[in-house]
């Protein structure tokens, strides 16, 4: 089993940035791909970032490509979403999410999701 805490969310400017970070434990954290997801107010959850188990491989949403960096400590089993260039259409709710997969891409591959991070994008 595996339990993430998400943390780093708050209020920015349009065209700031912020990194969220999510720590796991139990586990073996190597062998989890882990991903990014997003829930818009009253929209549905939605994908953002995904990285592979060693962090060889990235995914993204293409709306947020070029913009957004996933990337994984296995050290410190954490894997981190920097977040530049925001936009007010950022603003929701993001989850950390974790799979027994090299990749978590979709709401199916999660086996393990965090508490979610509020993150506010400011006109």
């Known amino acids: 089993q595996v339990q993430l805490v998400e943390s780093g969310g708050g209020l920015v400017q349009a065209g700031g940035s912020l990194r969220v970070s999510c720590t796991a434990s139990g586990r073996t954290f190597s062998s989890y791909g882990m991903g990014w997801f997003r829930q818009l107010p009253g929209k549905e959850r939605e994908f953002v970032a995904a990285i592979s188990w060693i962090g060889d491989f990235t995914m993204y949403r293409n709306s947020v490509k070029g913009r957004f960096t996933i990337s994984r400590d296995n050290a410190k089993n954490t894997v981190y979403l920097q977040m530049n260039s925001l936009k007010p259409e950022d603003t929701a709710v993001y989850y950390c999410?974790?799979?027994?997969?090299?990749?978590?891409?979709?709401?199916?591959?999660?086996?393990?999701w965090g508490q979610g991070t509020q993150v506010t994008v400011s006109l």
């Open positions: 999410a974790a799979g027994q997969k090299k990749m978590v891409l979709t709401i199916s591959q999660t086996d393990y």
